[in-house]
T-cell receptor
Framework: GAVVSQHPSRVICKSGTSVKIECRSL??????MFWYRQFPKQSLMLMATSNEGSKATYEQGVEKDKFLINHASLTLSTLTVTSAHPEDSSFYIC?????????FGSGTQLSVL | ELKVEQNPLFLSMQEGKNYTIYCNYS?????LYWYRQDPGKSLESLFVLLSNGAVKQEGRLMASLDTKARLSTLHITAAVHDLSATYFCAVLRWAGNLIFGKGTKLSVKP
């Protein structure tokens, strides 16, 4: 079964609203989780590294005030897209490390109208 | 800065044929991963390659790693339609996250 659970799988929202995406490691503890974004027919781009109990580390060009990351426990990280705009529409995927493998969530397709 | 280059980006194959996807990376890394992605879906882990000379096989897919050349290959043997998908290689960065290649969209036709 899935070892990383991501919800919701799909969300449609109005421009200007905020959307929260959850990523949970189901049977292991993850001190670090990663958030990626994938535009249609493109590769995955790392957005940020989520660290349990501390601030996230953002990649260059990613607005930390727009993409809020909270890693409140060893099994849960959340990504909140604040004041979403149509250009934020994308496929967001989280991942977490378990031993030598990196497990990926099922992804969230965000559509901002 | 770690860069990962994958080629070809598009590959149209006939069933039964063999082909290889290449993945070059720019700096030393401990691990290289291969993933499969179907349209609208997340990533399915195929292989994790940990050391120079590593070779792993699963069904019609075989992956290898040459850390000296900073090159990994994904070889497809006797392709079948079910293998149609996008394949990504990804290299582990020191920070523990992955840098992905651009992906190879594989289309296997009868």
């Amino acid at each position: 079964g899935a070892v990383v659970s991501q919800h919701p799988s799909r969300v449609i929202c109005k421009s200007g609203t905020s959307v929260k995406i959850e990523c949970r490691s189901l049977d292991f503890q993850a001190t670090t989780m990663f958030w990626y974004r994938q535009f249609p027919k493109q590769s995955l781009m790392l957005m940020a590294t989520s660290n349990e109990g501390s601030k996230a580390t953002y990649e260059q060009g990613v607005e930390k005030d727009k993409f809020l990351i909270n890693h409140a426990s060893l099994t849960l990280s959340t990504l909140t897209v604040t004041s979403a705009h149509p250009e934020d529409s994308s496929f967001y995927i989280c991942s977490a490390r378990g031993s030598e493998k990196l497990f990926f969530g099922s992804g969230t397709q965000l559509s901002v109208l | 800065e770690l860069k990962v280059e994958q080629n070809p980006l598009f590959l149209s194959m006939q069933e039964g044929k063999n082909y290889t996807i290449y993945c070059n990376y720019s700096t030393t890394s401990d691990r290289l991963y291969w993933y499969r992605q179907d349209p609208g879906k997340s990533l399915e882990s195929l292989f994790v390659l940990l050391s120079n000379g590593a070779v792993k096989q699963e069904g019609r897919l075989m992956a290898s790693l040459d850390t000296k050349a900073r090159l990994s290959t994904l070889h497809i043997t006797a392709a079948v339609h079910d293998l149609s998908a996008t394949y990504f290689c990804a290299v582990l960065r020191w920070a523990g996250n992955l840098i992905f290649g651009k992906g190879t969209k594989l289309s296997v036709k009868p």
